[in-house]
C-alpha cells in the first residue's frame, strides 16, 4: 500500500520569506510517480508538478523548486520569496504505475495549510 | 491538459435525498477518478470508472450509495444517495491524461 505523509499541518509565514514543505512517502512499488498540486480557497485543485521514480533531478519552476531524494523518500517542495496569492493548501500524492500510459489511482498526503502574511 | 466541466458547483440538499454529479471531458479519457474532501480533510478515492464496465469501489466506499455511471469515454456521474450531514463534502472527478491528473473544479455538498 501507499503512504504520504505530510507532517507539517500549518505553516505561515511573511510574504518574501522562503518556505519549504515536506512530503515523506511509502510504497513498495520500483516504478511510482509524485505530485504537488495546489488548492486555493476557491476550492479547485492546480496542478504544480509531476515527477517519476527514476528522474531523482531537482526542478525549479520559477518561485517553486522541488528536491527529489529516493534516499529519504521525500519530496519536498520550497517556495522562494513567498506572496501572499501563494496562500493555499498544498498537497503531495503518489500513484503507482497502472500499466501502459496510466499513472494509476493517487495517494494523497493530509495537505499542509501555507499563510502568507503581507 | 484535459479541461473537465464538473456540476453542480455547489448545492444543499435536505437528507434522505440523492444528488447526482456530472463531469464532462473536452476528449477521451480510459478512466475517470471520483474523489471525496471532507470538511479540513484530504481528498480521498472513491472509485474509478471505466467506460464500458463496473466502477471500481475503494475500500469504505459501495455501489448502493456512491453509484456510477460512465456512458462513453468523455462524461461520468457520480450519485450521492440517501444523503447524511456526513456526507457534506466537496465531491471532485479527475482525469489521467498527458502530464498527469486533471481535476474537476468540484461539488461543494453541504447536507442539511
Known amino acids: 500500500a501507499q503512504k504520504v505523509t505530510q507532517a507539517q499541518t500549518e505553516i505561515s509565514v511573511v510574504e518574501k520569506e522562503d518556505v519549504t514543505l515536506d512530503c515523506v512517502y511509502e510504497t513498495r512499488d520500483t516504478t511510482y510517480y509524485l505530485f504537488w498540486y495546489k488548492q486555493p480557497p476557491s476550492g479547485e485543485l492546480v496542478f504544480l508538478i509531476r515527477r517519476n521514480s527514476f528522474d531523482e533531478q531537482n526542478e525549479i519552476s520559477g518561485r517553486y523548486s522541488w528536491n527529489f531524494q529516493k534516499s529519504t523518500s521525500s519530496f519536498n517542495f520550497t517556495i522562494t520569496a513567498s506572496q501572499v496569492v501563494d496562500s493555499a493548501v498544498y498537497f503531495c500524492?503518489?500513484?503507482?504505475?497502472?500499466?501502459?500510459?496510466?499513472?494509476?489511482?493517487?495517494?494523497f498526503g493530509q495537505g499542509t495549510i501555507l499563510t502568507v502574511h503581507p | 491538459s484535459a479541461v473537465i466541466s464538473q456540476k453542480p458547483s455547489r448545492d444543499i440538499c435536505q437528507r434522505g435525498t440523492s444528488l447526482t454529479i456530472q463531469c464532462q471531458v473536452d476528449s477521451q479519457v480510459t478512466m475517470m477518478f471520483w474523489y471525496r474532501q471532507q470538511p479540513g480533510q484530504s481528498l480521498t478515492l472513491i472509485a474509478t470508472?471505466?467506460?464500458?464496465?463496473?466502477?471500481?469501489?475503494e475500500s469504505g466506499f459501495v455501489i448502493d450509495k456512491f453509484p456510477i455511471s460512465r456512458p462513453n469515454l468523455t462524461f461520468s456521474t457520480l450519485t450521492v444517495s440517501n444523503m447524511s450531514p456526513e456526507d457534506s463534502s466537496i465531491y471532485l472527478c479527475s482525469v489521467d491524461r498527458g502530464g498527469g491528473y486533471t481535476f474537476g473544479s468540484g461539488t461543494r455538498l453541504t447536507v442539511v
Open positions: 470508472a471505466n467506460q464500458g464496465s463496473e466502477a471500481t469501489y
Open positions: 500524492a503518489l500513484s503507482v504505475s497502472a500499466g501502459g500510459t496510466s499513472y494509476g489511482k493517487l495517494t
